[in-house]
C-alpha cells in the first residue's frame, strides 16, 4: 500500500482571509477558492497543499502540529512575515536558533537557521 500526502487541513475562523495571508507568505498559489474550502498550493499540479476550512470557534492552545520553514536569509524571512501580519509566539522554546511566529489566527510555526554541517 501506498499513501500521497495529499493536504494538511487548516481549521480556520475566516478561510478565505487566513489562506490569502498563506498565500502570500509562502508565494504559493490559489488552486480551489470558495468559503467553506480555500487551497493553496506551490503549484496548480504540485502536492501536498495547505486546505483552509471554516470552524465556529478560533485557536485556544498550542497547535499540536506545526509547519517549520527552512528560508535562505532568517532574518530577512522573519521580518518579511511580520510585515505581512504574522506575530512573534512563545511557546516555552527558550533560547533557539529558530524563531516561532504566529499567523493571524495565531497558528505557530517555525522560520528555522541555517541548516548545520553533518
Known amino acids: ?3 500521497e500526502w495529499e493536504q494538511t487541513v487548516v481549521d480556520a475562523t475566516d478561510p478565505v482571509a487566513l489562506g490569502r495571508w498563506w498565500a502570500a507568505a509562502l508565494g504559493w498559489v ?4 470558495a468559503p467553506d474550502e480555500y487551497e493553496i498550493r506551490q503549484r496548480q499540479d504540485r502536492l501536498p497543499g495547505l486546505v483552509f ?3 465556529p470557534e478560533g485557536k485556544t492552545a498550542k497547535n499540536r502540529l506545526h509547519l517549520d520553514f527552512r528560508p535562505d536569509d ?5 521580518a518579511r512575515l511580520l510585515s505581512l501580519g504574522a506575530r512573534r509566539a512563545d511557546v516555552g ?3 533557539q536558533p ?3 511566529l504566529a499567523d493571524p489566527e ?3 510555526f517555525c522560520v528555522l537557521g541555517e541548516r548545520q554541517p553533518a
Open 1 to 3: 500500500m501506498t499513501l
Open 30 to 33: 490559489v488552486v480551489h477558492d
Open 53 to 55: 476550512v471554516p470552524v
Open 74 to 78: 532568517q532574518h530577512a524571512e522573519v
Open 93 to 95: 522554546q527558550g533560547e
Open 98 to 100: 529558530w524563531v516561532v
Open 106 to 108: 495565531g497558528n505557530e
